[in-house]
């Protein structure tokens, strides 16, 4: 199961269709917190695609809290955000990021990392 954590709806909808659509079951949440709480209730993931820029707790928070717990450390994480400086990149991947694509991606982009770290 992927757990897409993106505030903007448009954005939440497209990739979950998106990774629905590659043969993937997807749930979703709205920020860090409602992603948080979905994992604490039981739900763990395979796999997280994370937003940066959200209300409540972004996404470097959610993702250092997730690499920060034993029970949660090894699901990787793909930040998927329109941060796309070097800076930002460099800032996912030292918060524990697996992979790091930056807004607007290609589909097969994000469906071929997203395949590839479930493999992993």
Same mark, same amino acid.
């Given at each position: 199961?992927?757990?897409?954590?993106?505030?903007?709806?448009?954005?939440?909808?497209?990739?979950?269709?998106?990774?629905?659509?590659?043969?993937?079951?997807?749930?979703?949440?709205?920020?860090?917190?409602?992603?948080?709480?979905?994992?604490?209730?039981?739900?763990? +993931?395979?796999?997280?695609?994370?937003? #940066? =820029? !959200?209300?409540?707790?972004? %996404?470097? *928070? /959610?993702? &250092?809290?997730?690499?920060?717990? +034993?029970?949660?450390?090894?699901?990787? #994480? =793909? !930040?998927?955000?329109?941060? %796309?400086? *070097? /800076?930002? &990149?460099?800032?996912?991947?030292?918060?524990?990021?697996?992979?790091?694509?930056?807004?607007?991606?290609?589909?097969?982009?994000?469906?071929?990392?997203?395949?590839?770290?479930?493999?992993?």
């Amino acid at each position: 199961m992927v757990l897409v954590v993106e505030d903007s709806i448009p954005q939440r909808e497209m990739i979950t269709e998106l990774l629905k659509g590659s043969g993937l079951t997807v749930t979703a949440a709205t920020d860090g917190v409602e992603a948080l709480e979905h994992i604490q209730a039981g739900h763990l +993931p395979d796999l997280v695609v994370l937003d #940066i =820029v !959200m209300p409540r707790m972004n %996404g470097y *928070e /959610f993702c &250092r809290r997730l690499k920060t717990d +034993p029970s949660t450390q090894n699901v990787p #994480i =793909v !930040m998927c955000s329109s941060k %796309g400086e *070097e /800076f930002d &990149r460099y800032w996912g991947m030292k918060q524990g990021a697996d992979a790091y694509i930056a807004k607007p991606f290609q589909p097969t982009e994000l469906v071929g990392t997203v395949k590839q770290l479930l493999r992993g």
